[in-house]
């Protein structure tokens, strides 16, 4: 039997976690990221964001400009790291071959 590779990657994690801690903000705009006054940038858009344009990397502010009704929410790195363990933790049990390339991948 051949070599097999499979690449986990969490997309929109961060904001994905958001969800899990509060259902309440499922189907709303999500920017996770620093704080716009002090020219933080978006780390995380939820796929909500996305559709209005936003994407990580971008100035939060403008971000906030495309859209307005977007839930701003600081990075919560331990909660994303925990949760990221369980996640390679549940994968473990599969193999003991995993290769974290970054905290969602």
Request: aromatic share 6%; net charge negative; charged share 25%.
């Amino acid at each position: 039997m051949g070599r097999k590779i499979l690449h986990v990657d969490m997309d929109e994690f961060f904001a994905a976690v958001e969800k899990l801690d509060n259902p309440a903000l499922r189907g709303k705009p999500l920017l996770i990221g620093g704080d716009p006054a002090a020219r933080g940038v978006v780390s995380t858009a939820s796929y909500e964001a996305r559709a209005f344009g936003c994407h990580s990397a971008m100035p939060m502010a403008a971000a906030i400009r495309m859209c307005p009704a977007a839930i701003v929410l600081p990075v919560r790195g331990e909660r994303y790291r925990e949760v990221s363990e369980q996640v390679f933790e549940i994968l473990g049990r599969f193999t003991p071959q995993i290769e974290p390339l970054s905290i969602d991948e």
